[in-house]
């Protein structure tokens, strides 16, 4: 891994490209971006027991997916002491930018969604990795072929190296400290299996299966996954079953694999614009 040190005069030639609470990102000169953490966050993964700088220095060795930007540069301070990395850039478009500029008829593309889905669970799988924020939708890029690359290297779970956080779509972090999501302090890859159903629902039907076991207000009614089966009218055993061992510790989730594209053979949706809610669908799916 090369090593840079970020002077003054380098500074300068940066462009900002966004702030967030962990870290500064820039556009460097010849493309690449430039990751810059916050003192307070490397502290933080320090007393974590998190090696960043090794993690870096490392990512040559782990086995990944080409899909991701893995870092090119480690960088220093002028007192040498590690604070970042540069990286390739990813093409396309963020996939929340994506999901904002879809036309109705590509809301209502269950190939669309098998695709773009199918490619997802094929990063994870070619990965020696687990990916504790995939649901963090501005981390996967995406270009006009539904072409995927995913970035944040620095988010994945590689080797021995814990993380400092999981995607807060995957709700509450204490439900995962059991045998099922988690060896030896670390994460196993049926954290990446659910992830990648709850994003599917999220972005395929628009419905939040974190609502299972929850309260309607109005009734009080426990909410069950079978509620959201029957109002989204899948009648698929396969996919339904897949589904259903999110919701169970004591079996080993599942990818959804094939079962993408069986319900896009089966069914056709339809997407119907919220009156009260600009930017929401209400989908239903139907037996072709």
């Known amino acids: ?3 840079r040190i970020l002077t003054r005069n380098l500074i300068n030639n940066l462009t900002l490209y966004k702030t967030t609470g962990n870290a500064t990102i820039f556009k460097m000169k010849n493309g690449d971006i430039l990751k810059i953490f916050s003192p307070f966050y490397l502290t933080m993964a320090k007393i974590g027991g998190i090696n960043l700088e090794k993690k870096i220095e490392d990512s040559e060795k782990v086995k990944l997916s080409d899909e991701i930007k893995k870092p090119v540069m480690s960088f220093y301070d002028e007192k040498n002491t590690f604070i970042g990395y540069s990286c390739n850039p990813a093409t396309g478009i963020s996939y929340n930018e994506r999901e904002d500029m879809l036309s109705l008829s590509q809301r209502e593309d ?3 969604y098998g695709d773009i889905f199918t490619k997802l669970e094929k990063i994870v799988k070619e990965s020696d990795a687990v990916f504790p924020d995939l649901c963090t939708c501005d981390n996967i890029f995406i ?10 290297y620095d988010g994945l779970q590689v080797g021995n190296q814990k993380v400092m956080q999981i995607s807060t779509t995957l709700g509450d972090d204490r ?3 059991n045998s ?9 890859k049926n954290l990446d299996k659910k992830s990648l159903i709850l994003l599917y629902f999220l972005s395929a039907f628009n419905t939040n299966l974190n609502m299972v076991g929850k309260k309607i207000p109005e009734t009080g009614e426990i909410i069950t996954l079978d509620m959201f089966f029957e109002f989204l ?3 698929d055993y ?7 061992k999110i919701f169970n510790d004591k079996v ?4 959804l694999g094939e079962s993408l594209y069986d319900i896009a053979e089966s069914y056709n949706m339809i997407a119907i614009p919220a009156p009260m809610r600009k930017g929401y669908y209400v989908k239903r799916l139907t037996r072709k």
């Open 180 to 188: 099922k999501y988690m060896k030896n302090d670390l994460f196993t």
């Open 1 to 3: 891994m090369k090593k």
């Open 233 to 235: 009218g899948i009648e």
């Open 110 to 112: 269950l190939y669309m």
């Open 175 to 177: 439900m995962y400290y």
């Open 143 to 152: 270009d006009e072929n539904n072409n995927i690359q995913l970035i944040d």
């Open 252 to 255: 080993e989730n599942e990818y």
């Open 238 to 244: 396969d996919f339904m079953n897949k589904v259903s």
